[in-house]
């Protein structure tokens, strides 16, 4: 959603280990919010389903019995 480089506090975390950044494409991102829009019932924002898109991909990688958390902010009911 962001490029890390143009926001200096996160270049900085990424720099020093704090967080990791996965990039995901538009194609994905909207298939991640169709996908929460239809299984949870919440029309995500556009921006939102980045995350969405990200929260999917380590849910398939977790364990039986790992949680993935997400932030989930904005609704897209504004964007339609």
């Known amino acids: 959603l962001r490029y890390h480089a143009m926001a200096p506090l996160i270049s900085h975390l ?3 280990g ?3 950044a996965e990039s995901v494409t538009q194609k994905e991102a909207f298939e991640a919010g169709s996908l929460f829009a239809k ?3 919440i029309l995500p924002a556009p921006e939102a ?3 969405i898109a990200q929260a999917i991909r380590e849910a398939k990688k ?3 019995g790992q949680v993935v958390l ?3 902010c904005g609704h897209g009911h ?3």
Do not use: W
Request: glycine letters at 4%.
């Open 62 to 64: 977790a364990s039986s």
């Open 18 to 20: 704090e967080l990791e």
């Open 70 to 72: 997400f932030n989930l």
């Open 39 to 41: 299984t949870e019932g």
């Open 49 to 51: 389903n980045h995350a």
């Open 78 to 80: 504004f964007d339609m």
């Open 14 to 16: 990424k720099e020093i």
